[in-house]
Structure formats: C-alpha cells, structure tokens
C-alpha cells in the first residue's frame, strides 16, 4: 500500500513538473513553437509520462484552468455573508483579475488567448459548465430571488453578459499591455455592466 502511495506522489510530482515546463515555455517562445518532444526533454520526463496525464499540450492549460477555478470557488466561500450580491460579484472578480495578473501573468493570457482560437481544440474559456459560470450564476440567481437583480433577462443571459465583461478585460489587458490596469478596468465594466440589472432604490 505504502509503494502504491510512493507511485501516486511520485506521478503528480511528475505531471506538476511538465505543466510548469510546459507553461513556462509557452510563456517565453509561444504556444505553437513549443513541441511536446521538448517539454519531455526539458521537464526531464519521457513522453509515455507526458501521454499518461495529458492527450496534447493544449490539456495542460485545461488543467491550469481547473486549479484557477478551484480557486474561484474557494474565493466564494470566503465572500461576506452580509454584503451584497452586487459587491460579492464586485470582490469575485477584482480576486480573478489580481490572481490572474500574479498568478498567470500577460505573456501566458496571451498564450491562452491564441491557443483558444485554434480550430478543434477545447473551449474551456466559454464552458458554461465551469466552475466560475456556475458561481456567478448563482449570485445572480440569488440576486434576482431577493429584488436586488431585474428579471428583464435570466440568470443565464446575465451570467454570460458578466463572464463575457471578464473574459474582454483579460483580451484587452494582453492587448494594451502593461499600461492597461487590469484590477481597476475589469472594476469598472463590471460596474457598469451591474448598473443596467440592479433594481433602483
């Protein structure tokens, strides 16, 4: 039991070493100059490990993804039990864009960005099956049980308006560069895009 523990360690040490290869590589020459046979060879792993975890190099940002939502869905619980669900959407996303900006950084949105669009590749970025569309569906759905939210549109319609508004700031953010203030603009369009659903006082 105890070997059997070992292995298990000793493979996700091994699948974390390749994604970290593989993103930093991404970052640095981009995603379409980056060759599995090289990730292997610098991760100093083999390819049957590399095809053990992932069925293409576009699954290690699959699973990045999975860990930063993992960490969207820890932020909700930490989100005050008294506020808002305005201000809760407010908080959810300054914490996407501040973990995005530290934790990713531009060079690896932009990779992202790219590799979305290429054709027959996963599109993990508008999967409405996600853990931040199912959490920002859920403070809107609740925003709109309590009279804080209009009903004009649905909770979906909704959700993928504000999805939509996060997704555009992080293109904008790897477009204007380092000029642009990710934190304080993403703020803002969600504000504004709040400030059309919100039922008047």
Same mark, same amino acid.
């Given at each position: $039991?105890?070997?059997?523990?070992?292995?298990?360690?000793?493979?996700?040490?091994?699948?974390q070493? #390749?994604?970290e290869?593989?993103?930093?590589?991404?970052?640095?020459?981009?995603?379409?100059?980056?060759?599995v046979?090289?990730?292997?060879k610098?991760?100093?792993?083999s390819?049957?490990?590399?095809?053990?975890?992932? %069925?293409?190099?576009?699954?290690i940002?699959?699973?990045?993804?999975?860990?930063?939502?993992?960490?969207?869905? %820890?932020?909700?619980?930490?989100?005050p039990?008294?506020?808002? $669900?305005?201000?809760?959407?407010?908080?959810? %996303?300054q914490?996407?864009m501040t973990?995005l900006?530290?934790?990713?950084? $531009?060079?690896?949105?932009?990779?992202?960005?790219?590799?979305?669009?290429?054709? %027959?590749?996963?599109?993990?970025?508008?999967?409405?099956?996600?853990?931040?569309?199912?959490v920002?569906?859920?403070?809107?759905?609740?925003?709109?049980?309590?009279?804080?939210?209009?009903?004009?549109?649905?909770?979906?319609?909704?959700? $993928?308006? #504000?999805?939509?508004?996060?997704?555009?700031?992080?293109y904008?953010?790897?477009?204007?560069?380092?000029?642009?203030?990710?934190?304080?603009?993403?703020?803002?369009?969600?504000?504004?895009?709040?400030?059309?659903?919100i039922?008047?006082?």
């Amino acid at each position: $039991m105890s070997r059997f523990t070992l292995r298990q360690k000793k493979a996700l040490e091994t699948k974390q070493r #390749i994604i970290e290869t593989a993103l930093d590589l991404f970052s640095r020459k981009g995603f379409d100059r980056v060759t599995v046979d090289e990730i292997v060879k610098v991760s100093k792993t083999s390819k049957g490990a590399f095809y053990v975890h992932f %069925n293409s190099k576009y699954e290690i940002f699959l699973e990045k993804f999975k860990e930063i939502d993992e960490f969207f869905a %820890n932020v909700t619980e930490t989100l005050p039990k008294e506020i808002s $669900m305005y201000e809760k959407i407010l908080l959810l %996303n300054q914490s996407q864009m501040t973990y995005l900006k530290d934790s990713l950084g $531009m060079d690896l949105i932009r990779t992202v960005y790219m590799s979305a669009l290429i054709p %027959n590749q996963p599109k993990f970025l508008s999967d409405t099956d996600r853990s931040l569309f199912r959490v920002v569906h859920s403070l809107v759905e609740e925003g709109q049980e309590t009279g804080e939210f209009k009903k004009d549109l649905s909770a979906q319609e909704i959700t $993928m308006l #504000i999805t939509r508004c996060m997704r555009g700031t992080l293109y904008d953010w790897a477009l204007f560069g380092e000029d642009f203030d990710l934190v304080e603009e993403g703020q803002k369009f969600i504000r504004t895009i709040l400030s059309g659903i919100i039922t008047k006082a």
